[in-house]
């Protein structure tokens, strides 16, 4: 039998514990079962706190439209602007995924752009849908675990239609950048997907992974993390430099919250 001395002694607490100031002593943490939390964890871990969320658009199989038509990289036309409500020293919200499949094609998108950016203002200015509540079915945002509802850190989660920002300020960073078709225009049905912090690891394409003609193209994109603390903004944009309308999309994003 084993020495009293030698058994570590873990906290059972599958739920998100109370973050401590910087530098302060912790106790080592497990779940229920004894089994040590470890960075990285997985999105079942993440979603067990009841701190990983994802937010579409309502209706499956439709589509919401966002500017008319972005011929270049507007700062004040986003097609989707979140911003962290926490006060300092509260949750970040860690970007996960997003993916967006083309329900109406623009015109003459040749070369669509998506671009990221995250601010340390709150960036956001009119309109746009509203989906910064938890609304299971409706416009808005969905917690993973029923058993352990959370509300995310999101005090604004704006998307499409004439959804506005203000000018970029000194601190704007634009740290995701990505061209689906670099050649051709895009092709309904068409699906992209952004995987933040992914760059390095296999996989670049899935599905048809089709890039040119007119063939229907499932494509993903390994791409930098980012991380929206406290008081910043995370804005997504596409644009293209020769289109005449803009682009319809069926969306999908997911985040976690520590």
Known sequence: MADQKDIVALRGSEALPQKVSDGSAVGQRGDGYGVPYTIPRSRYQLAEEGYYF?????????????????????????????????????RNIY???????????????????????????????????DYSAKAGQAAGYVDMNPLRPQTSAHSILRIGGTCAATAAGATARTLVSVVP????????????????????????????????????????????????PPGHSWLVHTWGASQSTGHTWEFEFGWWER
């Open 95 to 129: 970007l996960d995924y997003l993916k967006l499949t083309l329900v109406t094609a623009s015109v003459a998108d040749v070369g669509m752009r998506i671009n990221v950016v995250v601010e340390g203002v709150n960036r956001y200015s009119a309109n746009g849908a």
């Open 54 to 90: 994802i937010c579409k658009n309502a209706t499956p199989g439709t589509g919401v439209i966002g500017h008319a038509a972005p011929t270049t990289f507007d700062q004040a036309k986003p097609y989707i602007v979140g911003y962290n409500g926490q006060a300092s020293g509260g």
């Open 181 to 228: 078709r670099p050649t051709i225009l895009s092709v309904v049905g068409d699906t992209y997907l952004l995987k933040f912090g992914a760059v390095g690891e296999m996989g670049l394409q899935y599905g048809g992974n089709v890039i040119e003609g007119t063939t229907l193209a499932n494509l993903a994109f390994p791409v930098a993390p980012v991380i929206v």
